[in-house]
C-alpha cells in the first residue's frame, strides 16, 4: 500500500475544513428536504458539474508520457540552444501522442495522421517541437485549415462518422484540393495505423531555423527515429481492435513504460545551408514536400526516453498546452505559410480550452526557467506578484525585470532577414509541383505496401456515396500512378480509361480572382529525374532487430505440457517479448505433469489482432480441448491470416493443422500450387512434431528470429 501523508488521511472540502460524512446530504428529518445550507453537497456537486472543459478541436485523443531528452555531442555549430550544446544535460521533457480526427473517446486505431507533440523544458524556456508521424501535410496555407478540419471531422448534419476520413465531405474536398496528394499517399499507407505510438516516426514537418552563437542560420528539418523501428498493423486488424480495445495504443504505451521497457527515438536533423536554399526541385518552405533522405541525410544527434507515466490524465495529458510558438534562443522559425498560421492558433485555442490567459501556470506547462514579467492578473492566476511596479521600464525597482543581451544573457532574437514584397493573397509558383513527391512516395513503397494502399483507398472512396468525389479522386490518382488509379478505379466500378486528368478539376479549389492558368500543377522534372524511390519511406526498410516489448500469446488448456511453455517463456521473456498465457477459462490451469500455470487472459476476455505472435506448446489433452473450442480456432486462424509468426510444438501442431493453417496446406491438391509458393505462404510458421521426452522445444530461436521480422506479408496473396 502507498503511504499516506498525515494531511492527506482525512477528507476535507476545498476549503480545508475536515468533513465528517462525505455520504450523506444535509436534511430536515432522516426522510426530509434536503436544504440549499448544505455547502458540502454544493461544493462537491459544482465541481463534479465542471469537470470537463472543452476538448482540443483537433488532436482530442491523446496519450502522454514523462522522460527525457539528451544530446550526443555538442551542436554548437548550428545552433546556440543550450540543450543542444551540451551532452551532459538531461533535459526534461512531456510528450503527447494523438490521432487528429476522433473526439477524445474514441478508438486509438482510427486510419489517421499521429500528433508527435514533444515539450521540452529547457533551462533556456520551453521549446515545443509540436510534430506528427508524417513529415508533409494536406495544404499549404493556414487559411486552408478550418475548412480541411471542417471536410474530415464527423458530418455536421448527423455527426457520422467518428474518427475516419472514410465518408464523403473528406473526399469531396481532398478532389478538389490537389496540394494534399502526397499527404493523401501517406495517410493511406499504414503509416496511419501504426502497431504501436513507441513505433512510429515523428517530423517537425515544416522548416525551421537553427542559429549558432555568430548569428549564422541554417535550415532544418527535425526527424524522431524510433529505436524499435516502424511498424504498422493491419487494416482489417485495426478495425478489430478498435472494438476489442479501443485504448489499445494508450495501454501498450503506459505498461511499456511501467514494465521499465522505456520507449526511446532518437532525434535527428536534415541540415540545409542558407544559401543551398534554391538548390532543391521544391520550395523549402512547402509543408508538402521532404526532403528525401538521399539528397541531405539525416545526422542523428540525441535521444528521447520515455521512462515516466504521468499520475493524473487530466492535470498532465488534457492540460498539457503546446505551442509551435514556444521556441528557445538558438531556434526559430521559416515563413512557410501553414507554420506562419499555426503561431497563431495554438496559443488562441487554448485561451478557450484552458480557460483564460494563465495556463502557462499550470504545473505541466511551467517552465523550468524561472518566469518574471510585468503581466498581471486574469482568470486563474496562481502567482503573487508582490510590490507596487508592474511596468518596465522602471526606475521604482531599479528597472527590473529588464531585458536580457543576446550574447552574455542568452536572451532570444530573430534570426535576422531581409524581406520586401507586395501585399498581396497569392501562393508561390514553387509549391505548385503536387503530384511529383505523391508518386516518389507510392514507388518506394514494397508491394505489401503498396497492396495496403490500394485497399485503404478502395475502402475509403468505398464508403464515398457521391459518384462525382469518386472520379475525381480517381482522376487525380491518375496523376500519382497509372497502376494504383486503375486498381481503386476497377474496385470502385469506375472505367478510368473514359476518365480524362481535365483542367476543369485542377482548378475548382482555385481563387475567384485567380488566373486559372497560373493555378496549375506543375511537375518538374528533376526529382522526377533524379530520384525514383526512396528507402527511407518504406516501413520494409525499417529496423527489425528486437523483439522488445513485442506481444507473445501462449495458447493453452488443461493437459498442456508445462516445461514447453516454461522454456519458450523463459527464452521470449529474456529477449524482451512479453509472454500471455491464454486459455479457455481464466484461473490455474493444470499441466500434464500436475504444475499449474496462471491464465492471464481468457479467450472470452482476449483475442489474436491484441498480440504479436502466437505459441502453441505441446500436450495431447490441451490441444484435443482447444481443438474443440471455436474461439480458440478462431484465434490461429487470425493470427495466421494476419500474417503473425507462430510456432507450434507436438501436438500444437496437430491443433494447427485442425485450423485454417491446415485447411491451407490440405485444400490444395499436390501440384495445384507451386510448392516454391506454398513455402513463401508459410513463411513465419515454424511446426516441430519431434520433440523427445525431456528434451526442450529448440525452436525458440528461431521463433524469436520470425517474431522480428513483424509480419510475413506474402502470406496475404495466398487466396
Ligand atoms: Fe495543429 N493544432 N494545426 N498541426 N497540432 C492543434 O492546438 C493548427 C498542424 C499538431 O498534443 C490545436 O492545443 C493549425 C501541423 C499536434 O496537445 C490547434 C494548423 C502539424 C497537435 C491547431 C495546424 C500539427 C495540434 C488544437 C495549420 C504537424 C496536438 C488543440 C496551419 C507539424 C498537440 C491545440 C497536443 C493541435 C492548429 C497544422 C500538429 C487548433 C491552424 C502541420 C501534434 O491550435
Not at 6 to 15: I, M, P, R, S, V
Not at 53 to 65: D, F, K, N, T, W
Not at 197 to 214: D, Y
Not at 242 to 269: C, M, Q
Amino acid at each position: 500500500m502507498t503511504m499516506i501523508e498525515d494531511d492527506e488521511k482525512f477528507l476535507t472540502n476545498n476549503q480545508g475544513v475536515r468533513i465528517n460524512d462525505d455520504q450523506n446530504s444535509l436534511k430536515v428529518g432522516a426522510r426530509g428536504p434536503t436544504l440549499l445550507e448544505d455547502f458540502i453537497l454544493r461544493e462537491k456537486i459544482t465541481h463534479f458539474d465542471h469537470e470537463r472543459i472543452p476538448e482540443r478541436v483537433v488532436h482530442a485523443r491523446g496519450s502522454g508520457a514523462h522522460g527525457h531528452f539528451q544530446v550526443y555531442k555538442s551542436l554548437s555549430h548550428y545552433t546556440k540552444a543550450r540543450f543542444l550544446n551540451d551532452p551532459t544535460l538531461k533535459t526534461p521533457v512531456f510528450v503527447r501522442f494523438s490521432t487528429v480526427a476522433g473526439s477524445r473517446g474514441s478508438s486509438d486505431l482510427a486510419r489517421d495522421v499521429r500528433g508527435f507533440a514533444v515539450k521540452f523544458y529547457t533551462d533556456e524556456g520551453n521549446f515545443d517541437l509540436v510534430g506528427n508521424n508524417m513529415p508533409v501535410f494536406f495544404i499549404q496555407d493556414a487559411m486552408k485549415f478550418p475548412d480541411l478540419i471542417h471536410a474530415v471531422k464527423p458530418e455536421p448534419h448527423n455527426e457520422i462518422p467518428q474518427a475516419a476520413s472514410a465518408h464523403t465531405t473528406f473526399w469531396d474536398f481532398i478532389s478538389i484540393c490537389p496540394e494534399s496528394m502526397h499527404t493523401i499517399m501517406w495517410l493511406m499507407s499504414d503509416r496511419a495505423i501504426p502497431r504501436s505510438l513507441r513505433m512510429m516516426e515523428g517530423f517537425g514537418v515544416h522548416t525551421f531555423k537553427l542559429i549558432n552563437s555568430e548569428g549564422k542560420s541554417f535550415f532544418v528539418k527535425f526527424h524522431w527515429k524510433p529505436l524499435l523501428g516502424v511498424h504498422s498493423v493491419l487494416w482489417e486488424e485495426a478495425q478489430m481492435i478498435s472494438g476489442k480495445d479501443p485504448d489499445f495504443h494508450r495501454r501498450d504505451l503506459w505498461e511499456a513504460i511501467d514494465s521499465g521497457a522505456y520507449p526511446e527515438w532518437e532525434l535527428g536533423v536534415q541540415i540545409v545551408e542558407e544559401k543551398d536554399e534554391f538548390n532543391f526541385p521544391f520550395d523549402l518552405l512547402d509543408p508538402t514536400k521532404i526532403i528525401p533522405e538521399e539528397m541531405v541525410p539525416v545526422e542523428r544527434i540525441g535521444k528521447l526516453t520515455l521512462n515516466r507515466n504521468p499520475d493524473n490524465f487530466f492535470a498532465e495529458v488534457e492540460q498539457v498546452a503546446f505551442h509551435v510558438g514556444n521556441i528557445v534562443p538558438g531556434i526559430d522559425f521559416s515563413d512557410d505559410p501553414l507554420l506562419q498560421g499555426r503561431l497563431f492558433s495554438y496559443l488562441d485555442t487554448q485561451l478557450l480550452r484552458l480557460g483564460g490567459p494563465n495556463f502557462h501556470e499550470l504545473p505541466i506547462n511551467r517552465p523550468l526557467a524561472p518566469v518574471y514579467n510585468n503581466q498581471r492578473d486574469g482568470l486563474m492566476r496562481h502567482t503573487i506578484n508582490k510590490g507596487k511596479v508592474s511596468y518596465g521600464p522602471n526606475t521604482l525597482r531599479g528597472n527590473y525585470p529588464r531585458e536580457a543581451h543576446v550574447g552574455s544573457e542568452r536572451a532570444f532574437s530573430s534570426s535576422r532577414q531581409q524581406l520586401s514584397g507586395d501585399k498581396i493573397r497569392d501562393r508561390s509558383k514553387s509549391f505548385f509541383d503536387h503530384f511529383s513527391q505523391a508518386t516518389l512516395f507510392y514507388q518506394s513503397q514494397s508491394e505489401a505496401e503498396k497492396n495496403h494502399l490500394v485497399n485503404a483507398f478502395c475502402f475509403e472512396l468505398g464508403k464515398v456515396d457521391v459518384l462525382s468525389v469518386r472520379e475525381r479522386m480517381v482522376k487525380l490518382l491518375m496523376r500519382v500512378d497509372q497502376r494504383l488509379a486503375a486498381c481503386v478505379a476497377s474496385e470502385l466500378g469506375i472505367d478510368s480509361a473514359k476518365l480524362t486528368v481535365g483542367e476543369e478539376l485542377l482548378n475548382l479549389s482555385v481563387p475567384a480572382d485567380a488566373d486559372p492558368h497560373a493555378y496549375q500543377p506543375i511537375t518538374p522534372p528533376a526529382l522526377e529525374g533524379r530520384l525514383k524511390t526512396s528507402a527511407a519511406l518504406s516501413m520494409a526498410n525499417t529496423i527489425k532487430s528486437t523483439i522488445a516489448t513485442r506481444r507473445v500469446a501462449f495458447l493453452i488448456a488443461e493437459g498442456v505440457n508445462e516445461r514447453f511453455v516454461e522454456a519458450m517463456k523463459s527464452n521470449l521473456s529474456a529477449a524482451g517479448a512479453v509472454v500471455s498465457i491464454v486459455a479457455p477459462r481464466l484461473g490455474e490451469i493444470k499441466g500434464s505433469g500436475d504444475k499449474e500455470i496462471r491464465a492471464d487472459f481468457s479467450l472470452l476476455t482476449t483475442s489474436s489482432v491484441l498480440f504479436d505472435a502466437l505459441y502453441i506448446p505441446g500436450g495431447i489433452q490441451s490441444a484435443h480441448r482447444l481443438a474443440q473450442d471455436e474461439r480458440a480456432i478462431l484465434f490461429i486462424n487470425e493470427a495466421f491470416t494476419h500474417c503473425k509468426a507462430i510456432a507450434a510444438d507436438n501436438e500444437g501442431v496437430t491443433l494447427l493443422m485442425t485450423s485454417g493453417v491446415g485447411d491451407f496446406l490440405n485444400s490444395k491438391k499436390e501440384g495445384e500450387i507451386d510448392p516454391e509458393k506454398r513455402k513463401e505462404f508459410m513463411e513465419g510458421v515454424l511446426m516441430n512434431t519431434d520433440i523427445k521426452e525431456g528434451e526442450e522445444s529448440s525452436s525458440a530461436h528461431h521463433f524469436i528470429k520470425l517474431i522480428m521480422q513483424h509480419r510475413f506479408w506474402k502470406r496475404e496473396n495466398r487466396t
